[in-house]
């Protein structure tokens, strides 16, 4: 799979010492790379023979964007580098930590963020992208790339030829997908969510970095084998989904409202006291609005749902059943201890409902299931940044990498390598000899 830009390499490079093709006599049109049977695709673009870009193809670089031939070369030479570079690294692993819990363990764990939209400017026209390209795709990630519009021909041979690698190793070769177009289409790729990352490259734009810690609407699956007794959770309050298996559904329930008559609602100083009142009247009036909304939605209140008649921000721990996985409310990130409870089948509709609200920090699967528990560690299950089994939701070591993916921010803190965002980073490179060898061999004569 590595080979890709190989091809693209070695026709470049076996030509370097030739003359531009704008010297070339004309005898070189016998050897048209358009009319070759394996670059027919050229004329199904609509492209003209008498298209410089399409003469032979040996320096496209130069051709369509202007750089002289060794820069082109050296640009193409490059990707090849990069693509060794990511071989090395592609057998990422997260590290295991020592949990500070017994019985516990701590795994660090990378998943592929799914698409990765990358967008080129023209004074790269190939190296950035395979720096790029090949990062995100041994990342298990795929690809769409939007080259700049004025370099349209080599955005489309570079992908011809990684969608032939691809499909010589039995993969489809849409996982490097291309678009072309101008700001317009820049514009949908960054405003489009299913494009997971997207990476940009111009010269006079601005890029600030963020470390957010955002919202999280946790969940937390109970499927029909889990323990019981741990999933009525403790800290009621840090989870808001709660999707139980049909087959334990009612049990569970019922359980959970006899746990939440026992918990002590009260003054936050008392010793015994396990939920305090609201910070302000709008929260409570925010309580009320979202206990409205998931009534008219569909849902049933079972427990709670109602202000506390006393004095002071008081509000009563709520259960809602009956709602859809995909009613808004549900989706709608409250800073209430409203808990709405789910009835599922399966494995795949529940880790899909797990994943499809727009927040990602914390989730939790309580099962004995080896199998189903690396599918949930794993790049089908969980999307969020803290990923448990058989543990709530709340609750962290600072040993991990602590934060949320999607709309909860991405950001990281405490945990290993945390420190990462918190410095500026320098490449610094001194010459101490006598000469001066350039990157990637490019050589001037
Ligand atoms: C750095 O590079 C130049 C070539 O441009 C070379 O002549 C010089 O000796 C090098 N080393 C130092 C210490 O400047």
Request: aromatic residues 6%; positive net charge.
């Given at each position: 799979?590595?080979?890709?830009?190989?091809?693209?390499?070695?026709?470049t490079a076996r030509t370097s010492k030739l003359l531009a093709p704008?010297?070339?006599p004309a005898a070189f049109v016998s050897t048209l790379l358009i009319s070759q049977p394996q670059y027919a695709w050229l004329k199904e673009l609509g492209l003209p023979e008498e298209n410089?870009?399409?003469?032979?193809?040996?320096?496209?670089?130069?051709?369509?964007?202007?750089?002289?031939?060794?820069e082109g070369v050296g640009e193409v030479q490059e990707y090849v580098d990069i693509c060794d570079y990511a071989v090395g690294l592609s057998r990422i692993r997260g590290p295991i930590l020592p949990s500070e819990r017994s019985g516990h363990a701590l795994i660090g764990q990378w998943n592929p963020v799914g698409?990765?939209?990358?967008?080129t400017v023209l004074d790269f026209p190939v190296a950035v992208y395979g720096w790029n390209n090949a990062i995100a795709m041994i990342c298990r990630n795929v690809c769409l790339w939007k080259g700049a519009p004025a370099t349209s021909l080599i955005t489309v041979a570079v992908t011809k030829i990684i969608a032939k690698v691809l499909e010589d190793n039995k993969l489809p070769g849409a996982i490097c997908s291309l678009t072309c177009g101008g700001a317009?289409?820049?514009?949908?790729?960054?405003k489009d969510e299913r494009v997971?990352?997207?990476s940009f490259t111009r010269s006079t734009q601005r890029f600030g970095r963020s470390l957010l810690e955002l919202a999280g609407n946790n969940a937390i699956i109970a499927f029909e084998d889990a323990d019981l007794s741990l999933v009525v959770p403790s800290r009621c309050t840090a989870v808001r989904r709660l999707f139980l298996h049909e087959s334990i559904h009612d049990e569970v329930v019922n359980r959970l409202k006899k746990a939440y008559a026992q918990i002590c609602i009260g003054k936050p100083w008392d010793s015994k006291v396990l939920f305090g009142p609201h910070h302000t009247k709008l929260a409570v009036n925010i309580f009320l609005?979202?206990?409205?909304?998931?009534?008219?939605?569909?849902?049933?209140?079972?427990?709670?749902?109602?202000?506390?008649d006393c004095p002071g921000n008081y509000i009563e721990l709520t259960i809602v059943i009956d709602l859809t996985h995909d009613a808004s409310i549900a989706h709608t990130e409250t800073f209430a201890p409203i808990l709405y409870v789910f009835k599922f089948k399966n494995e795949e509709e529940v880790f899909a409902w797990n994943n499809e609200v727009k927040q990602g920090l914390s989730s939790s699967i309580f099962t004995k299931d080896l199998g189903r528990i690396f599918h949930w560690?794993?790049?089908?299950?969980?999307?969020?940044?803290?990923?448990?089994?058989?543990?709530?939701?709340?609750?962290?070591?600072?040993?991990?990498?602590?934060?949320g993916e999607k709309h909860t921010g991405g950001g990281r803190a405490s945990g290993s390598d945390a420190w990462k965002q918190y410095m500026r980073r320098s490449t610094c490179t001194i010459n101490y000899s006598k000469d001066l060898p350039l990157a990637q061999g490019i050589k001037f004569q």
């Open positions: 799979m590595w080979f890709l830009p190989l091809v693209l390499c070695v026709r704008w010297y070339r410089q870009g399409v003469q032979n193809g040996r320096n496209l670089v130069s051709l369509e964007m202007g750089k002289i031939l060794v698409l990765v939209g990358i967008i317009d289409i820049g514009t949908a790729m960054a997971n990352l997207l609005g979202a206990v409205e909304e998931a009534k008219k939605e569909g849902g049933t209140v079972i427990y709670g749902g109602k202000v506390m560690l794993g790049p089908k299950g969980s999307d969020c940044g803290i990923v448990n089994v058989n543990i709530p939701v709340s609750g962290a070591e600072i040993g991990g990498a602590f934060g």
